[in-house]
C-alpha cells in the first residue's frame, strides 16, 4: 500500500506571498492529483499529473518521479486561496484507487 | 459541466437507524466511490463500485453497505449507525477508461449520529 505524506500539515501566510506544499509516496504511481477543499465545501482536482510540470494561473504543480516527490506551488498567494490542499496518487492498476495524503490547511491573511 | 450531487448537505439520524446516502452523477462515468472524511485522517474509501450492480470493498468498509442499479446512482447504507460513523462523507466519480483521470467530487454530506 502507498504511504503519502504531506509537508506541512498547517501553513500561514501573508498575502502576496509565494507558497509551496510538498508530497512525498512511497511506490510507483501511475499519477498524482492535487486537490484544493474550501471550507464547507467540496473538492475540485487541481492537477493530474505523471511526469515535469503543469501549470494553471497562479498554480504550479511538479513532481520528480525518481524522488517520488510532488510540489505544488502559489505564487502572489490571495486570502482566497485559503483551503485545504490534498495529494493523492494512483498507484495504478485497473481499480482506478487514490492513496490520499492529510492534507494542508493554508491560511492566507491579508 | 461535470456534476455529482449528494442527496444532503447535512444529515442528523440516531444510534441503530438505518441511513442511506445518496449519490448522482451526470457524466455517465463508470466508476463511483464513496469515501468518509475525518479531522487527521484525511479521506478514506469505503467502498467503490467500476460497473452497474458491481462494487468493491475499500480501506474501511465495516458497517457500511453500497447499492449501485443504475449507473449514474450510488448509494452507501449505513445498516445500524453508530455515533462513531459521525463524519463527512464524500461521493466521486470518474470515467472507466484506461489511462488516468481525476475524480469529480461531491459537495459532501455532514452526517451526525446522536
Known amino acids: 500500500k502507498n504511504e503519502v505524506e504531506q509537508s506541512p500539515q498547517n501553513l500561514t501566510a501573508q498575502e502576496g506571498e509565494f507558497i509551496t506544499i510538498n508530497c512525498s509516496y512511497s511506490?510507483?504511481?501511475?499519477?498524482l492529483h492535487w486537490l484544493q477543499q474550501h471550507p464547507g465545501g467540496g473538492i475540485v482536482s487541481l492537477f493530474m499529473?505523471?511526469?515535469g510540470k503543469k501549470k494553471h494561473g497562479r498554480l504550479i504543480a511538479t513532481i520528480n518521479i525518481q524522488e517520488k516527490h510532488s510540489s505544488l506551488h502559489i505564487t502572489a498567494s490571495h486570502p482566497r486561496d485559503s483551503a485545504v490542499y490534498i495529494c493523492a496518487v494512483d498507484s495504478g492498476g485497473s481499480n482506478y484507487k487514490l492513496t490520499f495524503g492529510k492534507g494542508t490547511l493554508l491560511t492566507v491573511n491579508p | 459541466d461535470v456534476k455529482v450531487t449528494q442527496s444532503s448537505r447535512y444529515l442528523v439520524k440516531r444510534t441503530g437507524e438505518k441511513v442511506f446516502l445518496e449519490c448522482v452523477q451526470d457524466m455517465d462515468h463508470e466508476n463511483m466511490f464513496w469515501y468518509r472524511q475525518d479531522p487527521g485522517l484525511g479521506l478514506r474509501l469505503i467502498y467503490f463500485s467500476y460497473d452497474v450492480k458491481m462494487k468493491e470493498k475499500g480501506d474501511i468498509p465495516e458497517g457500511y453497505s453500497v447499492s449501485r442499479e443504475k449507473k449514474e446512482r450510488f448509494s452507501l447504507i449505513l445498516e445500524s449507525a453508530s455515533t462513531n460513523q459521525t463524519s463527512m462523507y464524500l461521493c466521486?466519480?470518474?470515467?472507466?477508461?484506461?489511462?488516468?483521470?481525476?475524480?469529480?467530487f461531491g459537495d459532501g454530506t455532514r452526517l451526525s449520529i446522536l
Open positions: 499529473l505523471s511526469s
Open positions: 511506490v510507483g504511481i501511475s499519477a
Open positions: 466521486a466519480s470518474s470515467p472507466g477508461v484506461k489511462g488516468n483521470q481525476p475524480q469529480h
